[in-house]
């Protein structure tokens, strides 16, 4: 992520998306010096990535923020893609011209955490008038007792099947079982169409490695027997010629291949929805709980607001972010297919989007993906390890890989 969540519908880096509130002259309680009185309103910007509809309510939010609050200028600046979005923050902090507030979702978010970048919230939540008994999913934004974001979303991954050329294929009840995906994989895999799209990303390989009954430990356990199995599964598909990864033919991440009808069955996440609405409007879906290896797990995935540690007015950041958590903001995401951390709107989501019902059970058993400290690092040694073997040819088995990775975080 979730990353996982790659959505690349722009072309240019970044977008930046500059309307002004309404104006109102008031006085404004700034985080880094709170005797200051202004005239004019403070400017907080914010940066995400995410699909061109996300971009469209967050469009809106510019326009409503005055309303609530006078005193805040809401700019936004949406980057390509997750790997965009990690690949430029490091250098945009470092220069000074990183966003006051970021949308991020738990994947990435640890090593953050661990460096220090984010304000805790904590001292900020009082003067920001933000009540966190409002919010499902607190805690997952909690590091040694602080608050670190206030959450926004929180949603178990999913196993997601073009059900058109499914039930074309005359294949019977939907798989629950990785073993029962490979084989289904084989017999949809045809010249053109494969029957199983696998993303060399951390995100979909921690799906699998879950629902092995695994984890990654905080990179305590990556070469743990449980993993291995998983990713054994993972190069088995890749083998038998049922799987492809998007980079293999020319696609940038999982979601287009699925919408391009060149792959059956994919994990993912609630962003298909919106994707998918814009890519390929007439693709018929379903959304099931991540297939059994061994046990019933899968990631939970959650998206936040943080402020930034050298962010300038910190007040106004959390401000901006209870606002874009508020029933109004929230219910346009709901309708794209987020599942609402505000309380009020929970029940609401699966009546919105119905299509995500066979997934409600995998809430009460989905878990963090626990990467270690060093996330970053993680993510690109597994990458590599396993782009060597499947698509560089290097033949090493599952244990190999991982064992190579594990060298790097003992």
Known sequence: MKKKMSVLLITMLTITTILAGCGNKEKTTSATDPAVKS???????????????????????????SAVHPNIKLEIKQYPSSEQ??????????AGVAPDLIKLTNEGAFEYIHKGLFEPLDELIKPAGVDLSLYNGVDIWKVDGKQYALPISTMPAMFLINDDMWKKAGLGAYPKTWDEVQAAAKKLTTKDVHGIVINIDAFHITNYV????????????????????????????????????????GY??????FANNKAVMTTGGYWYKGYLKEANPDLHYVALPVPEGTVHNSTMHSDGYVVLKDG?????????????????????????????SLKSLSSKFFEVNPEFD?????????????????????IDELIKQLEGTILGGSNKTAQEILDKVQEQFK
């Open 358 to 378: 066979a997934v409600k059970p995998a809430i009460e058993y989905s878990t963090d993906f626990q990467y270690p400290i060093e996330t970053k690092k993680f």
């Open 85 to 94: 979005f990690w690949n430029t923050l490091p250098g945009e902090i470092a």
């Open 252 to 257: 940038g991440w999982d979601g287009e291949v």
């Open 210 to 249: 879950k629902s092995y009954g695994g984890d990654w430990g905080y990179g305590k356990t990556i070469n743990s027997p449980e993993n291995v199995k998983a990713v054994q599964k993972i190069l088995d598909m890749y083998k038998d010629g049922s799987a492809v990864t998007p980079k293999s033919i």
């Open 39 to 65: 005239t004019t309103p403070v400017t907080v910007s914010l940066g995400f990535w995410g699909t061109a509809q996300d971009l469209g309510i967050y469009q809106q939010a510019v326009k409503d923020i």
């Open 312 to 340: 300038k007015n910190k007040v106004e950041a959390l401000q901006t972010a209870s606002f874009l958590t508020s029933e109004k903001v929230l219910t346009e995401f709901v309708k794209v297919g987020n599942n609402p």
